[in-house]
């Protein structure tokens, strides 16, 4: 009995780290949305216009 218990806690922290990291991705991405990349390219317009 304890084993099945201890197979069955295994998997529901597994599931909980799983939906707290898609949950904090989300959060991000719904946050900042895709500010990394316009950075990006805000960097590569300012060389461009410098030059």
Same mark, same amino acid.
């Given at each position: @009995?304890n084993?099945? @218990?201890?197979?069955?806690?295994v998997?529901?922290?597994?599931?909980?780290?799983?939906?707290?990291?898609?949950?904090?991705?989300?959060?991000?991405?719904?946050?900042y949305?895709?500010?990394?990349? @316009?950075?990006?390219?805000?960097q590569?317009?300012?060389?461009?216009?410098?030059?």
């Amino acid at each position: @009995m304890n084993a099945i @218990m201890g197979i069955y806690f295994v998997i529901i922290m597994i599931m909980v780290v799983l939906c707290g990291v898609t949950a904090w991705l989300i959060f991000r991405k719904l946050k900042y949305g895709n500010s990394v990349f @316009m950075d990006m390219n805000d960097q590569e317009l300012r060389k461009q216009r410098s030059n």
